[in-house]
């Protein structure tokens, strides 16, 4: 078994409120959630408004199958459109 994570720096456009920078947050959360089957949370930068870091972790017996999820996620993100992707840390054990 293998497990598989990334911490996914943003900058969010466009919020002016910890409410607006939530609603950004939970499309972003639920659509990967419901396309890669993932586990995904925000972990870093809480009260900033336009900030954030997400976390995103697979477990699968196959390490190139973690990566391979793990980049169409971020790729996903980078496509929303809503954000910046500011710099992504993978790691696979």
Do not use: C, P
């Not at 870091?53 to 390490?63: E, F, T």
């Amino acid at each position: 078994m293998s497990v598989g994570y990334s911490e996914v720096s943003l900058h969010i456009h466009g919020v002016d409120s910890l409410k607006g920078k939530r609603r950004v947050l939970k499309s972003i959360v639920e659509r990967l959630r419901g396309k890669f089957n993932i586990s995904v949370a925000e972990v870093d930068q809480h009260d900033l408004w336009q900030a954030s870091v997400i976390g995103l972790a697979v477990v699968s017996n196959d390490r190139t199958h973690i990566r391979q999820v793990l980049d169409a996620a971020v790729r996903q993100i980078e496509g929303s459109g809503e954000v910046d992707v500011v710099a992504v840390d993978t790691e696979v054990f």
